[in-house]
Structure formats: C-alpha cells, structure tokens
C-alpha cells in the first residue's frame, strides 16, 4: 500500500488566527505554509485579504500567495491543481506541509479528492443570467438552482452570483447536476485536522477592530486599485469581502462610514458561514482559542502531531 503524504489543515473563522498558529507549529515542525484561501492568490490585494507579511512569516516558507493577477479566475479545481504537487513536494523534502486557511470548498476539494469534470462554458446563457440577476436580483436564480439541484444550493451562498450561474449553466449544457459531477474519492493524504473557535461576541469584536485596522493600513488605496481595473463585477476577485463593500464610496454613493459598518457586517457573517460549513465535519479537531493560553494550545497540538505522524 503506497504511503500517504502527511498534511494540516488549519481551518476556522476569519480572524480568529489561523495564520500565526500555522507559522508557530511549522516552527516547531520544520513545515511549510500552503494558503488555503480563495483571494490571497492575488497579486497587490494584501490588506483587504489579511495576507500575512514578510515579517510575520518568520523566515517560514508561504505557497500560494500572489500567483495570480486579479483579473484571472480562481475556483476550488484551479486550487487543488495548484497545491497538490504543492504539498507532494514538501513531503519529498521531509518537511511538513501546513495548509492555512477558510476557504471551506477549496480545503475539501483537495483532502476529499474532488473530480472536476471540465466542462465547456456557454458565453450566450450566462450573459442571458447576469441579466436576469440586474433586473430581477439574485434571490430568483438561487430559487432555480435549489429547484434543479438542492445539493449544489446548499454549498453555495444565495448571493454568490457567479457559482449559481455556472451551477445553471453545467445543467444547462449536460442535464447533469454539478453536485454529481464533482464527486469525492479518497483522501489521498494522513491528514491532521485543525479548527480554531472562541466566544463569537470576542470573535466579532476582533473582526471589528480588524477592520479598523485595514483601513487604517490603506485599504481604501487597495479598493480604488480594484476599481480602476474595471473588472467584470461577476470576476473573483470583485467578488471578495473587504472591497466589494467599499466601492460605493469609492464612487460616492455612501459614506466611508456607512461602507465599514457593512463590511464589519458582512464579515461577521462571511465568519458565521464558515463556522456552519466546517463544523459538519467530524474529522477536525477543534480548539478554543479563548479557553486556551497559546503555549497550552501549542503543546495540544504537538503532542496531536506526535500521535499521528510518529
């Protein structure tokens, strides 16, 4: 039976601090840093995605950090292509590779095995869909896409534009639902499973005061690099929480104010969402940080590794 490659997976809510966990335990761990999330792929978004900087990666090597222009399409099948060499060759260097982030469907397309199935776009339906979501929004498309394949509807947010077209547009095409066109396999890997929790009022105050502090460090400067790309609004990277809330006042439609209490407000929710998405797996481990001291939390850890990959 061939060896599995070992891999973490740190997962949990944004700024609950996934990112300082996973370069403390490749510290400890001669490991590798692989980001798991769904925006830092882009090159000169770096606030607004909380990319962590060349000081606080402490000399830890970071994959998958400003690969991509922002005008390029990123999906859960481009970032399982992209890390799993990834993580096969820090395994060939007897390192560890540490995957660090909250991006749920990415993380489980690439530890469950995912088969994407390519299939052709049509250029014609999704004009004809983008449309409809202008004139009619998109809440009745959701309720087409629940209608056709409730299974897709349930991984995907009713405002998420782009995934529920292309959902529609795969059944369009085929008469197949792409829930039963992307099925799982098995994991391919000897996997350790990390979840980092707290209290949700001190999550929600430290997303508040993260936020804060984005703009304090130039996210406006950020947004209006953005908008001056004049991307097609269904692209990814316009998609991302942290600027999409902030071109109206780029445009001066709102207030800066009124635009950082919904994106406060749309963070705390994006943060909700991913804690409902993994706590339906069984297979991670789970740790609060708030009931925890960091060098207790670390030493859980260790002796979790030392469990498993010795």
């Not at 830092?40 to 962590?52: F, H, P, R, S």
């Not at 529920?164 to 350790?192: C, D, F, M, Q, W």
Request: glycine content about 6%.
């Amino acid at each position: 039976m061939e060896k599995l490659d070992n891999l973490i997976v740190i997962i949990g809510p944004t700024a609950v601090g996934k990112s300082q966990l996973g370069i403390d335990i490749a510290k400890r761990h001669n490991g590798e840093i692989i980001s798991g999330d769904s925006m830092q792929v882009y090159k000169n978004l770096d606030i607004g995605t909380a990319k962590v900087t060349v000081n606080e990666m402490d000399g830890i090597p970071h994959h998958m950090l400003d690969i991509l222009e922002p005008d390029e399409d990123f999906s859960a099948a481009k970032f399982k292509s992209y890390a799993a060499p990834i993580i096969k060759d820090i395994n060939s260097r007897n390192k560890l590779p540490i995957i660090v982030g909250g991006t749920g469907l990415y993380i489980q397309s690439l530890i469950d095995d995912y088969n994407f199935i390519d299939i052709e776009g049509s250029e014609k339906f999704r004009e004809e869909k983008q449309l409809f979501v202008e004139q009619y929004g998109s809440e009745l498309l959701y309720k087409e896409l629940v209608q056709i394949d409730s299974n897709a509807a349930a991984k995907i947010h009713s405002n998420d534009v782009k995934r529920i077209i292309r959902a529609l547009e795969v059944y369009h095409l085929t008469n197949k639902k792409i829930s039963e066109l992307s099925k799982k396999g098995e994991s391919p890997y000897n996997l350790i499973y990390i979840g980092l929790e707290m209290n949700r009022k001190d999550l929600y105050e430290r997303i508040n005061l993260r936020v804060d502090s984005m703009v304090d460090k130039g996210l406006i400067e950020e947004v209006k690099y953005l908008s001056n790309l004049h991307l097609p609004k269904d692209s990814t990277a316009m998609q991302a929480i942290g600027y999409k809330e902030l071109f109206p006042f780029i445009r001066n439609e709102m207030s800066l104010d009124e635009c950082i209490e919904i994106l406060k407000r749309n963070t705390r929710r994006f943060a909700k969402r991913q804690l409902t998405w993994f706590k339906r797996d069984p297979r991670i481990c789970w740790y609060d940080v708030g009931n925890n001291n960091w060098s207790t939390l670390l030493q859980k850890i260790d002796n979790l590794i030392a469990g498993k990959f010795n």
